[in-house]
């Protein structure tokens, strides 16, 4: 079972929906990455979160600690909002400061 | 713009070959990732660094070498050795452990 598990891996929206991506992660962990991956490739990392909730324009993170448990949502969705999104966690055993990867969400947003 | 640069970002290399992808940073992170993504998998840790002069293997370290003679250079060699070493290759680098990660671009290197 991978440490961090995402769903779902594939989502289609019409432009305006409301979205959420979900991530579940099995090991105690002092912050989890959203990041965000555009068709060239390149990593854009969205938020970083150890407790609680964080906004940044229409994109919303929350985390559950006791749960194991983090949200990403955006509202308003729009096409250029289309990406792979992929959680990332830092476990709390190790100093490496190395992330766990998930495999990713692949988020499309049609007109 | 301080940030991450990789290069180049497509390399095609013949079977056998080693061949070297550039990472180098002007953020003063004193820790450098390389990782590897293949379709359908999450990133995985190649080699990293958290300090000059000194790295450590990651999950995938086997048929990859590195070296870190400066701060803001993190060079990964994949060598001939590396079975299959088609795939897209990305560099990170974080300053510590509060502080967010910042990815390059990539670079996809194809082996022909």
């Known amino acids: 079972k991978n440490e961090v598990e995402q769903s779902p891996q594939n989502l289609t929206a019409q432009e305006g929906e409301f979205i959420t991506i979900n991530c579940s992660y099995s090991?105690?962990?002092?912050?989890l990455h959203w990041l965000q991956q555009h068709p060239g490739g390149g990593i854009v990392s969205l938020f970083m979160?150890?407790?609680g909730k964080k906004k940044h324009g229409r994109l919303i993170a929350t985390i559950n600690i006791q749960e194991k448990h983090s949200s990403l949502h955006i509202t308003a969705s729009h096409p250029r909002d289309s990406a792979v999104y992929i959680c990332a966690v830092r476990s709390r055993e190790v100093s490496n400061y190395k992330l766990t990867f998930g495999k990713g969400t692949l988020l499309t947003v049609n007109p | 713009d301080g940030g991450i640069t990789q290069s180049p970002k497509y390399l095609f290399r013949k079977e056998g070959q080693n061949v070297t992808l550039s990472c180098e940073q002007n953020l003063n992170h004193d820790a450098m990732y390389w990782y590897r993504q293949d379709p359908g998998q999450g990133l995985r840790l190649i080699y990293y660094s958290q300090i000059v002069n000194d790295f450590q293997k990651g999950d995938i370290a086997e048929g990859y070498s590195v070296s870190r003679e400066k701060k803001e250079s993190f060079p990964l060699t994949v060598t001939s050795a590396q079975k299959n070493p088609t795939a897209f290759y990305l560099c990170?680098?974080?300053?510590?452990?509060?502080?967010?990660?910042?990815f390059g671009s990539g670079t996809r290197l194809t082996v022909v």
């Open positions: 090991v105690g962990i002092s912050a």
């Open positions: 990170a680098s974080t300053t510590g452990q509060n502080y967010g990660y910042t």
């Open positions: 979160l150890s407790s």
